[in-house]
């Protein structure tokens, strides 16, 4: 028996629709984790405008300093706002899946594990919805 | 079927040998045997069309199972070949790839010996997940039911697959009871609290069928990391009292490192396969606080 077949990576990333609870919730922990570090970089940037706006204290007044037109325009935009209600269903989750993850770490409830999960998914569903309303308003 | 060439050849060869005999011995005990010989390849064809229509006819199931031969030529390229088999109240995988096996390829490969979960050798993977297969009834599966060796393991031949770096992870944890704490005179038994007991008891129930490492999304991506199996195993022993303090320090010394408990990530995977429904996860986790108690100092 000198060879043998590995049917390599190709076929693990073929078995997603096989994934259980803890794996889903390990998946999207992951990428909702690595969402937030990416939007901590955007939002430095973008609150970092503020830094050559400063001082400028006419502009200010006047409501068309750097950072002021970065904002408004921004927030101007359907894209931003529907980014920031996806940006809020990302925090939740991560947060509500967080404080599972914390559980699982003490070992408390482990046998409710995968309904941990869904009830973290409906949760941040249920609140991500209510706040649609808040995110589009005025936009249109 | 995939056999089917090689069948040819087999009952060429045999009629080959048959007519070398007939010319040279025309006796009749020669005749006698070639035509047992008929009447009994007769039976066994018939045996097998029997099977075939009974398969056809009544309430069958279809599996199709992964094969793969590196020393045949024409079966190094890996495929599924479909049997139907003829459903038994009952039935199990096993017993389902045991009748393909008798009945149409006797070349079909997979392991197997106690049939009642006990020993460990044909965990497989069904249907997306990884199952004993004579703990698994037909009947729980949806059809075709697919039949894979493990994932992420050296596929050996058809659903037998390597399990000697599994065997190596479960060692590398000294799966044994060891302790510098023996009791005094030399024939007093070494007890154990029922509440100690209690605790060990689903842990030890291990039967090294691979299943959960093989579930295990970080053992797939780390070679070196321990897997659930050891980490259960080595739990097994730490939290045995009659090992004793220095012991279970020396256990916790080798789980927690750098491929040990911590490359967990709590997925729940290992948990959810394993046969014997031995709470991996939840063994794995107390290790972890274990660890970390052990190296807390308060100054
Ligand atoms: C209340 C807020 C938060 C809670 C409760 C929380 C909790 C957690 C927990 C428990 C983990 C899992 C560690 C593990 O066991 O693998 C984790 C991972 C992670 N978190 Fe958070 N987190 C929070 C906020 C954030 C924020 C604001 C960021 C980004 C700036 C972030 C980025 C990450 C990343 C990148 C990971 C993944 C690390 C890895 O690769 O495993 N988290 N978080
Ligand atoms: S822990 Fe369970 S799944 Fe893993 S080897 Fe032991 S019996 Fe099999
Ligand atoms: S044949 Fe022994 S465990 Fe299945």
Redesign the interface.
């Given at each position: 028996?000198?060879?043998?077949?590995?049917?390599g990576l190709v076929?693990?990333f073929g078995?997603w629709?096989?994934f259980?609870?803890?794996?889903w919730?390990?998946v999207f922990h992951k990428f909702t984790g690595w969402v937030l570090v990416g939007y901590l970089f955007t939002h430095i940037s973008v609150l970092s405008t503020a830094v050559s706006a400063a001082g400028n204290t006419r502009a200010i007044e006047a409501q068309n300093d750097v950072y002021t037109v970065v904002i408004s325009t921004l927030e101007s935009l359907l894209v931003v706002r529907i980014l920031e209600v996806g940006l809020l269903a990302v925090a939740v989750f991560h947060i509500l899946n967080g404080c599972r993850?914390l559980l699982?770490?003490?070992?408390v409830g482990?046998d409710a594990?995968?309904k941990s999960f869904y009830a973290s998914l409906v949760l941040t569903g249920a609140i991500v919805v209510a706040s649609v309303p808040t995110f589009l308003e005025g936009v249109f | 079927m995939s056999t089917q060439i090689e069948r040819e050849r087999e009952s060429e060869t045999e009629t080959e040998s048959e007519a070398d005999a007939v010319t040279e011995l025309p006796s009749a005990q020669e005749a006698r045997m070639r035509k047992k010989a008929e009447a009994r390849a007769d039976r066994e064809e018939r045996a097998r069309e029997e099977a075939q229509e009974r398969a056809d006819a009544e309430d069958s199931y279809h599996l199709k199972v992964f094969r793969?031969d590196?020393?045949v030529e024409g079966k190094m390229e890996?495929r599924f070949d479909d049997f139907h088999v003829p459903y038994e109240s009952g039935m199990t995988v096993l017993d389902a790839l045991i009748y393909a096996r008798d009945t149409f390829d006797s070349s079909l490969t997979f392991r197997h010996s106690c049939r009642q979960a006990i020993c460990g050798s044909d965990a497989l993977f069904v249907n997306?997940?990884q199952r004993l297969g004579c703990k698994t009834q037909l009947s729980d599966l949806d059809q075709p039911v697919r039949i894979e060796p493990l994932?992420?393991s050296?596929?050996?031949?058809d659903l037998v697959v390597?399990m000697e770096h599994f065997y190596d992870q479960m060692e590398s944890v000294e799966p044994y009871f060891q302790t510098n704490d023996l009791p005094e005179g030399e024939l007093e038994e070494q007890r154990q609290t029922p509440e100690n007991r209690e605790k060990v008891k689903m842990s030890t129930r291990c039967i090294w069928c691979g299943a959960c490492m093989s579930s295990c999304?970080i053992a797939?991506g780390d070679n070196e990391y321990l897997g659930p199996a050891a980490i259960n195993k080595a739990y097994r022993f730490a939290m045995d009292e009659r090992e004793g303090e220095d012991m279970k320090q020396h256990r916790l010394n080798i789980i927690e490192q750098e491929h040990g408990v911590w490359r967990c990530?709590?997925?729940?995977?290992c948990?959810?396969v394993c046969p014997k429904d031995i709470?991996l996860?939840?063994h794995i986790?107390?290790l972890?606080?274990e660890a970390v108690k052990s190296n807390l100092k308060f100054w």
């Open positions: 028996m000198s060879q043998s077949y590995d049917r076929e693990d078995r629709k096989e259980s609870a803890g794996m919730a390990w993850l699982v770490d003490l070992g482990l594990q995968d | 793969y590196p020393e890996p997306g997940s994932p992420h050296e596929v050996e031949k390597d999304n797939a990530q709590t997925q729940f995977s948990t959810n709470p996860t939840e986790q107390e972890k606080r």
